[in-house]
């Protein structure tokens, strides 16, 4: 079984450029939850999706961050336009549904570096 | 609040010593635990999990971890470390009546000495 594909691993850009980062979840998996991970922290849950609505974005910083769902499958996570705090690690997450009980599945994330 | 606490930021140890991480919790509700591992490059991996029932849960590669709630606290431990256990570790917790938001520590980096 494949696990939790995203891309790109590793994304250097430019203050005040765009960026975008892609998240393919685990096959049948309906939830799938975005994490920041800032160097020497855990992760800090950004927004999750049930199927393609976005449940629980309280997190997401809406005046630069987007994400989107497309079809209740991939994702994908945006910063328009980005800024030096922006560095981190951002991780794609998914789980069969929503619950503490279920295990969430973790893809390798991508570390975004903004000069 | 909700919070994870890992007080050891970094711990080093012997190959074939015995480890425990430590992980202290705060939480409203009764608590689901876990400790995931995270080695560099890659994502994060469940080692085991706390729902309910016996307080010490058996893990993979070797890990076990026990549950005081008295303490607040759900250790990670290993009677003998391998070179390849050198990794970052977290404790993190959510809840039964929560949606699945993990509330991470900030980690605890494990350095294995040959």
């Known amino acids: 079984e494949a696990g939790v594909v995203q891309s790109p691993r590793y994304k250097i850009i430019e203050k005040k450029q765009p960026v975008a980062f892609w998240c393919n979840p685990i096959?049948?998996?309906?939830?799938l939850y975005w994490y920041l991970q800032n160097l020497g922290q855990g992760p800090e849950l950004l927004i999750r999706?049930?199927?393609?609505?976005?449940?629980?974005d309280s997190q997401l910083p809406k005046d630069r961050f987007s994400a989107e769902r497309l079809k209740g499958v991939d994702s994908t996570l945006k910063i328009q336009p980005a800024e030096l705090g922006d560095s981190a690690v951002y991780l794609c997450?998914?789980?069969?549904?929503?619950?503490?009980?279920?295990?969430?599945?973790f893809g390798p994330g991508t570390r975004l570096t903004v000069l | 609040a909700q919070s994870v606490t890992q007080p050891d930021i970094h711990i080093t140890v012997s190959e074939g010593a015995s480890l425990e991480l430590r992980c202290n919790y705060s939480?409203?509700?009764?608590?689901?635990l876990f400790w995931y591992v995270q080695s560099p490059g890659q994502g994060l991996q469940l080692l085991l999990k706390?729902?309910?029932?016996?307080?010490l849960v058996q893990g993979i590669k070797g890990f076990e971890a026990e549950f005081k709630r008295s303490q607040s606290s759900f250790n990670l431990r290993k009677p003998s470390v391998h070179w390849s256990d050198a990794a970052e570790y977290f404790c993190?917790?959510?809840?039964?009546?929560?949606?699945?938001?993990?509330?991470f520590g900030q980690g605890t980096t494990l350095q294995v000495k040959p």
């Open positions: 997450a998914s789980s069969p549904v929503a619950g503490g009980f279920y295990e969430q599945f």
């Open positions: 706390y729902f309910s029932g016996d307080t």
């Open positions: 939480y409203g509700a009764t608590p689901y």
């Open positions: 096959s049948g998996h309906n939830t």
């Open positions: 999706y049930e199927n393609e609505e976005a449940v629980d």
């Open positions: 993190a917790v959510t809840g039964s009546s929560n949606t699945g938001k993990l509330i």
